[in-house]
């Protein structure tokens, strides 16, 4: 499973990939964890406020820090 943070790595980012990364392996998927940072990529994939979330080239979390929680009920949705 591919999952990609869109940002420019403020903060905010930092913490949406964490919270990613802790979803993913407490669920013990495989994945390969990427950060977009470049801004005209990110509006390539209308994501107008960032951090965003994107899991298997679909954003499903934009404009906010996703818990760990929500993170992984997304990630079993994209997995079945």
């Known amino acids: 499973m591919k999952i990609e943070i869109l940002g420019t790595g ?3 980012c930092e913490k949406l990939a964490a919270n990613a ?3 993913a392996e407490a669920m013990g998927i495989d994945y390969e964890l990427s950060k977009v940072t470049q801004i ?3 509006m390539k ?3 107008m406020f960032t ?5 298997d080239g679909t954003v499903k979390v934009a404009g906010k ?3 760990v929680e929500e993170i ?3 990630l079993s ?4």
């Open 77 to 80: 949705t994209a997995a079945s």
């Open 65 to 67: 820090v996703a818990g």
């Open 45 to 47: 994939r209308g994501v």
């Open 72 to 74: 992984t009920r997304i």
């Open 10 to 12: 403020c903060a905010k």
């Open 51 to 55: 951090p965003a979330l994107s899991i």
């Open 21 to 23: 990364k802790a979803a």
């Open 40 to 42: 005209g990529e990110i």
